[in-house]
């Protein structure tokens, strides 16, 4: 798993200089390794960070294409769940983040994951405490 730590240190070093292509592009063969080994840490650190990347770049339906890339390898990533919401809600897709903020939060109650219930809490799913409205 060096190899894919590595790939991700260089694609995020690549992004912050402003190399946003060519991380882009590092990231995308580390993802494709992380799927080879099946690893759903790694599928899921590796595809948000392309996500957030696409989403800085405003390439919001890229963005949303990766991180439904990883929920069809792990859907019970609750934190690309969360992240698929925000990427819809500025999409206009209200529909749809309101489902992935919904199962985001059912499986990050299940978890007791304090801090994805706060930022779902600011949303207005659930609240501070971790108990649904």
Same mark, same amino acid.
Do not use: H
């Given at each position: 798993?060096?190899?894919l730590?590595e790939?991700l240190?260089?694609?995020?070093?690549?992004?912050?200089?402003?190399?946003?292509?060519?991380?882009?592009?590092?990231?995308?063969?580390?993802?494709?390794?992380?799927?080879?080994?099946?690893?759903?840490?790694?599928?899921?650190?590796i595809g948000?960070?392309?996500?957030?990347?696409?989403e800085?770049?405003?390439?919001?339906p890229?963005?949303v294409?990766?991180?439904?890339?990883i929920?069809?390898?792990?859907p019970?990533?609750?934190?690309?769940l969360?992240?698929?919401?925000?990427?819809?809600?500025?999409l206009?897709d209200?529909?749809g983040?309101?489902? *992935?903020?919904t199962?985001?939060?059912?499986l990050?109650?299940?978890a007791n994951?304090?801090d994805?219930l706060n930022l779902l *809490?600011?949303k207005?799913?659930g609240?501070r *405490?971790?108990?649904?409205?």
């Amino acid at each position: 798993m060096s190899t894919l730590r590595e790939a991700l240190q260089r694609g995020l070093a690549m992004a912050s200089r402003g190399e946003v292509r060519d991380a882009v592009s590092v990231l995308d063969e580390a993802l494709l390794e992380a799927v080879g080994t099946g690893d759903p840490v790694w599928i899921s650190l590796i595809g948000r960070n392309l996500a957030l990347l696409c989403e800085r770049d405003k390439q919001l339906p890229r963005a949303v294409n990766y991180i439904k890339d990883i929920l069809n390898k792990v859907p019970t990533d609750r934190r690309s769940l969360y992240e698929l919401g925000v990427l819809l809600e500025q999409l206009g897709d209200l529909d749809g983040s309101v489902l *992935a903020f919904t199962q985001s939060l059912d499986l990050s109650l299940l978890a007791n994951d304090q801090d994805l219930l706060n930022l779902l *809490a600011t949303k207005g799913f659930g609240n501070r *405490a971790g108990t649904t409205d």
